[in-house]
């Protein structure tokens, strides 16, 4: 064993090595892990003995032994007999070298070595030795990994990482295990309550040191809990401390929208109130302080009563006015007969009354549904969604679609409840609170292949992405049906490519149309119109592309509804309607301003598939959860079966790849295959679109494939399984029976993918580069041979320049511009400045891409890509070389 630890320093130190990539010392480990009786105690030698090992760095040789044991296992595993090759004594000697010099390493080691198992307790000594040393982090991590936590008190580890401001830890310290992700919430529950001495908890730690007290109060804590909470996904009764913050933090963005921004009914008000305070007494006695605050008394006053609140616990104001409203009921009758009589003997006192705004007025500032309420229809019942559906799977439908579900408060899981469908005469509100009591996932699945996956019906949405994706989540089911979603358009990307700022309303309206009007005739600008909430420029979204287009926003005060409830109010079910409904409308301006401008913009344009895939935040939750689980080894997909045949040319394979895969299409594009690379940052679609266009095959991997091959076909899309971009070559050749040739290698430049050449004596290129440098330096062409031969230090051969118009009647035959040094044609610059002086009396011929101007010589570069492909090259005889083949095909 130490000749190999030897072999492998040296090889690791040698800086003669052709292979920077380290495979050989790789392929070298590999044999000896597979010669070895025991690899686990070979790599413990290794580690052990390497001469850094005490260097806690990702660029040692002990940290590419590990991580390249870590792949042998998952690869051999199944083979070997874990438990009589790893001994408790090898468990504890890696556990020691890790813990002592590469921490870098731990996680791995406890995969390779087996060490998180039940048991484990051996360990344990080795952790509190940490706890004594005041290494909280390091505890913490090993006892996390190792799944220790269960022996550790909250005031050991937890606490101090709280006091530390380590907070980050705590997610690893938890990670994967349920149990103890609970226990540590509800502790942080029990820090928030307003029982707990926070001084006395610290104090009772006092070998902590580095404590941030400003992070241990209760508004740090109760963040982080609230946090915790949401991500491990725990009831929120079992905290009801954090519930109680939680909720207050509600009720206050429930007030603010009703009072300050006036963006709520009373009906949606009421609804989201009683949610949000449920039958919490500390939420009912905040409501009504809340309120107070508002200096809305009389409000406050009858939630008081609502909840039957004593008066010891609601503010001397709001009893006041609660016991007037109480004396006051008694005497309405009376009242109502004074002003009666008032009112017939000519009493001038103001109505303030007929002051306010009549809900029939505030209508008139808004758009309104153009369909009677009778064309509404509920689908709750299965009779029903047979006849919605009939009517929306006609060939030729065009159907706007929308969705709503209840704001989500204090942990609530949100669902979609309502989901609209407008057709021209009629709006179907899916009712899927009651549908899915009905219905059984296989009729769920059925819904969205006859619906969304319909090429017969076109589908708009505005911001469609998010209502796809909350169905997706109400609905996992329908995850693979969803993946051949067709012809739904995004209105809110269509509408940006035409000038609505420029557009007048489509409907005639009044001079007056964009004005309140009160009660006594007076007309009130739109934009001075604060107290109402009217203003134009507060509109944002559908609403604000509404109102360039028809000259009146929406009104969106029924948005925040409680949209589980039943029955639905009236005022929900126009706003429901509406929202949907108008997106027919909107969809018919814009194909009017697209005829108008003669736009070429297609008025079909796909969504993007973002929406099927998890976020990054939802990625990262599943891991801080544990939920993420080791990848397992990728499958070939039941349809993607190898090519057969004879084999073909790479001129034969047209493929597009997507941004992940770039290294594999330039690569591919070395081989002589046609390859369209995507754009960097643009989304999968964009690969389908050129796939459609170019009739070109996706060349993809992992998830987006399941999106892709919906949209194009198995025909049309391969998924990659290898990592490494030589090793998919070699998997994409062989699966589409491709065979390199010599004269294949670079017949396709990897910058631009173009596969015509222009070819160039050297003197010619010469030439090109000292014209390029006049060009640069500010000269003419008729400058002193002597001033550019200092400039380019040419050799004299080339200093006797001829005149202008016989090199531009030589170089037009090259196809080559001589007065600007570019392709004629495309007027693409030719690099000559990338050709080093030395190579001009080294290369006899130079060829340059006619499509970027990417300037190439025959050199060493090209046996060493020929090297490099050698893996994939045909066996016949050599041929001419790539230059020549290609300056053929061009003359």
Known sequence: MQQIITNLEHMWTDDTRKDKSNRDIAQYLSNMLFRSCNPFALVLFLIDKAKDTHTAKTTTLSFFMMKEFDKWCKMNNSKLDIEKLISKDIQMKIYDICTRNHMTMFDMAVRCFHLCYHGNDHFLPRIRKFIENKKFKEAAHCAGKLGLQHHFDMSEIVLPLILQDKVNLLEVYVSGFPEHQEMLVRYLDHLCDRETDLDLVQSSIPKVSGVKMDKFQRKPLSKLAVRLLKLYKIPQDMCPNISNVRGLGALRYLLHKRFIEKGMGAGSWEEMVRGAVGDNDFMKEQLVEQLALYNELEEAA????????????????????????????????????????????????????????????????????????????????????????TRLTQPGSVVGIDSEWRP???????????????????????????????????????????????????????????????????????????????????????????????????????????????????????????????????????????????????????QMSDWERRPLRVQQIRYAALDAYVLLELYEVLLQLSKQQNSNIDMEPMISMKWLKPSKNEKRRAKQRGDHKQKAPKKLPARQTPVSGEPSSPKSLRVVVDTML?????????????????????????????????????????????????????????????????????????????????????????????????????????????????????????????????????????????????LETKFAEYGIDWTTVTVLGNGASIQTETVIQSIFSKVDTFYCCATCGKVFWEGTHFDRVCEQFSHVLGTQAKGPTVYEKLNENFS
């Not at 469609?464 to 997706?472: C, N, Q, T, W």
Request: charged fraction near 25%.
């Open 302 to 389: 009858k939630w008081a009563s609502v909840y039957n609140l004593s008066d010891s616990v609601i503010p001397e104001a709001v009893c006041s006015v609660r016991d007037d409203l109480i004396s006051n009921k008694a005497n309405n009758s009376e009242n109502n007969i004074s002003m009666q009589q008032d009112s017939a003997c000519g009493d001038t006192e103001e109505d303030w009354e007929n002051s306010c705004y009549t809900e029939a007025e505030i209508n008139l500032s808004y758009y309104q549904l153009n369909l009677p309420l009778e064309n509404i229809e509920i689908v709750d019942t299965l009779e029903k969604y047979d006849s919605c559906m």
């Open 408 to 558: 989500a408060f204090c942990g609530q899981i949100q669902k979609v409840a309502l989901l609209q469908l407008a057709v021209k005469d009629r709006v179907f509100l899916l009712d899927l609170v009651s549908l899915d009591k009905l219905f059984t996932e296989k009729m769920w699945q059925e819904f969205a292949q006859s619906f969304f996956c319909s090429s017969d019906v076109l589908k708009l949405g505005y911001g469609i992405e998010s209502d796809l994706k909350m169905i997706l989540r109400t609905f996992p089911c329908i995850k693979e049906n969803m993946l051949g979603v067709k012809r739904i358009i995004n209105l809110e990307l269509l509408a940006k490519k035409f000038v609505l700022k420029d557009i007048s309303p489509v409907f005639d309206e009044d001079d007056d149309s964009d004005k309140v009007r009160k009660p006594d005739g007076a007309a009130v600008d739109d934009d001075n119109s604060d107290s109402t909430g009217f203003s134009a420029t507060a509109e944002k979204g559908l609403s604000e592309v509404v109102r360039k287009c028809f000259g009146k926003p929406l009104n969106k005060s029924e």
């Open 662 to 806: 770039s290294g594999l299409g330039k690569q591919l594009r070395s081989c002589g295959v046609d390859v369209y690379i995507v754009e960097p940052y643009a989304d999968h679609d964009r690969a389908v679109q050129i796939s459609r266009k170019e009739n070109r095959i996706v060349l993809t991997s992992g998830l987006p494939y399941d999106m892709i091959v919906g949209q194009v076909g198995y025909e049309m899309c391969y998924n990659v399984m290898c990592d490494t971009a030589k090793d998919q070559v070699i998997e994409v050749l062989n699966h589409f029976n491709i065979r390199v040739q010599q004269h294949d290698i670079f017949s396709r430049c990897q910058v631009c993918n173009g596969d015509v050449y222009l070819t160039i004596p050297s003197k010619d290129m010469e030439l090109l580069a000292q014209r390029k440098v006049q060009m640069i330096s500010g000269q003419s062409s008729n400058s002193s041979d002597q001033t550019v031969h200092e400039k380019v230090q040419l050799p004299e051969l080339v200093t006797d320049l001829p005149k202008n118009s016989e």
